[in-house]
């Protein structure tokens, strides 16, 4: 699975709008609304490199109200949560 982190800036008047129509598309796993330079963070998960030019410039970058998009590519994925379940393996 490819993980990416897309930043992404919006008309300040339709960041909620925009967050829910990005939430809605598939290939993107959570959105989240922040602060800082961009508006939202949008977590993208697909099984394939190929399969995010059909997620972040041909679905995302063309919502209404989405002005800009910056891509970070995951290497790798540390999580606390991931690292419980694996010692958890087994135990009752």
């Given amino acids: 699975m490819i993980t990416s982190i897309v930043l992404i800036k919006t008309s300040v008047d339709r960041v909620p709008e925009v967050a829910e129509q990005i939430a809605a598309l598939e290939g993107v796993s959570e959105v989240y609304s ?16 190929e399969d995010l030019a059909d997620v972040i410039p041909a679905r995302i970058s063309k919502v209404p109200g989405v002005e800009s998009t910056e891509t970070h590519i995951a290497f790798r994925t540390y999580s606390q949560h991931d690292l419980e379940a694996a010692f958890a393996i087994g135990l009752e």
């Fill in 34 to 49: 922040v602060t800082g330079p961009h508006d939202l963070i949008a977590m993208v998960r697909v099984p394939r490199h």
